[in-house]
């Protein structure tokens, strides 16, 4: 598949990018080349092969979900201007 210069201009338009004739050609050829890549890509025989969600059969090491600083929401309230059942109390600001 090829693209023709009105091709390149409609994408161009669609991207709201503003190419001069020249840059219409140049991005033309690098388009083209992209479209023959994926055409290389398309050719190639994937039968029998697993699709994967990575190159490499890694797994992620996750933490064990434990608490590892002190309790110190006491000393946190202790200094806020108004608080209420271990909350912190604001003004109303939509009525």
Known sequence: MSL???EVRRIAQLARLELSPQETGRIGDQLNGILTFVEQLQ??????VTPMAHAIDV???LR???ATEPDRRDAFQA??????GGLY???KVIE
């Open 89 to 91: 109390l604001v003004p």
């Open 43 to 48: 050719a190639v025989d994937t039968a029998g």
């Open 64 to 66: 064990t979900d434990v």
């Open 79 to 84: 200094i806020a201007p108004e608080t209420g």
């Open 4 to 6: 023709n210069p009105e």
């Open 59 to 61: 797994v992620q090491r």
